[in-house]
């Protein structure tokens, strides 16, 4: 006789695996208040946040209603920063919650460079972040000197974690030649650098990733 297998039958490091695959929207979709013994596995697993285009405002607000007490477990966040509404994601997360454990962060398609400086200070300051990229295609609302002033604050951040750091967005080459520091902890740099023929060049950038004794 076949015996069927129940959900309750799987052992914990069963559903650790399953977690594994999944971001935290799924998982607290699908197992949220399911059981006892459910609830307290998602209260000792890493979570990871995705949100992309085709996440609605009701899925965030979902998502948003159970990170107050799991946001300690958030590793991961990779938002695309403009939902079906538009809404801007990033600070709605990031102003009311502090990911203290955070180690990977990724901000796509940035509806505000300005008002993303103060959230960028407030990744700045955590000591287990360990890769931040910042993607922007190109918009001809950009404000150039808004994204140099970020690039100098994220360049500049003197982070003991932070390894990788991805910043896909026009950056001035004469601004960032000024710099006298760059943080040294860094092993891996992607800059998008703009400027003229006459000032840009191989050799120009290469004074730049010099400041990086690591990489």
Not at 54 to 72: A, K, P
Request: aromatic share 8%; net charge positive; glycine share 2%.
């Amino acid at each position: 006789m076949n015996r069927k297998t129940h959900l309750e039958d799987l052992s914990n490091e069963i559903f650790f695996e399953i977690f594994d695959y999944l971001h935290m929207l799924h998982i607290f979709t699908g197992f949220i208040l399911l059981n006892k013994r459910i609830s307290n596995i998602l209260k000792s697993i890493p979570l990871h946040i995705v949100i992309s285009f085709g996440n609605s405002r009701q899925q965030i607000d979902f998502l948003l209603s159970h990170l107050t007490s799991h946001e300690d477990q958030v590793i991961s966040i990779n938002i695309l920063d403009r939902i079906r509404d538009h809404s801007s994601i990033i600070h709605l997360l990031f102003n009311r919650h502090n990911f203290i454990n955070l180690k990977s962060c990724k901000f796509v398609s940035i509806q505000s460079m300005t008002k993303l400086n103060n959230i960028i200070k407030q990744i700045g300051n955590l000591n287990k972040l360990v890769i931040l990229e910042l993607i922007q295609p190109d918009r001809k609302d950009l404000n150039e000197n808004n994204n140099d002033e970020l690039t100098r604050i994220l360049l500049t951040n003197k982070s003991s974690s932070l390894r990788s750091l991805k910043l896909q967005y026009p950056n001035q080459y004469l601004n960032i030649s000024n710099y006298t520091f760059i943080n040294s902890n860094l092993i891996s740099l992607h800059l998008r650098i703009s400027g003229s023929s006459s000032t840009v060049s191989v050799h120009t950038v290469l004074q730049i990733f010099r400041l990086c004794y690591r990489i």
